[in-house]
Nanobody
Framework: VQLVESGGGLVQAGGSLRLSCAAS????????VGWYRQAPGKGRELVAA???????YYADAVKGRFTISRDNAKNTLYLQMDSLKSEDTAMYYC??????????????????WGQGTQVTVSS
């Protein structure tokens, strides 16, 4: 599975960005897809995820501000990020969990990821 992210950039606090992730295979066939982020000096954090049956996970820090969605026809995953805060600044990665036994809400279950796209929120 190849994943290619786009849509990152520099935005002011309170602004919005939409990240996109193009998959090389049918995104609907993947057990789970999601977004994680990593800020400098910090560990990885699963931000949002969606399972094949449509169940969604959001980290507490982004609930009510971020929305994950997918377009099965375009094999593309999205992350709409609204009301951005400086603490959202990080590299954002698209990830896929291919195993049928994987859990969409567990970051360690993801076994494919993209090269990342930088999101910088200025205060």
């Amino acid at each position: 599975v190849q994943l290619v992210e786009s849509g990152g950039g520099l935005v002011q606090a309170g602004g919005s960005l939409r990240l996109s992730c193009a998959a090389s295979i049918s995104i609907f066939s993947i057990n789970a897809v999601g977004w994680y982020r990593q800020a400098p000096g910090k560990g990885r954090e699963l931000v949002a995820a969606i399972s094949r049956d449509g169940s969604r996970y959001y980290a507490d820090a982004v609930k009510g501000r971020f929305t994950i969605s997918r377009d099965n026809a375009k094999n593309t995953l999205y992350l709409q990020m609204d009301s951005l805060k400086s603490e959202d600044t990080a590299m954002y990665y698209c990830a896929a969990a291919s195993s049928s036994g994987s859990h969409y809400y567990i970051l360690n279950d993801y076994d494919y990821w993209g090269q990342g796209t930088q999101v910088t929120v200025s205060s």
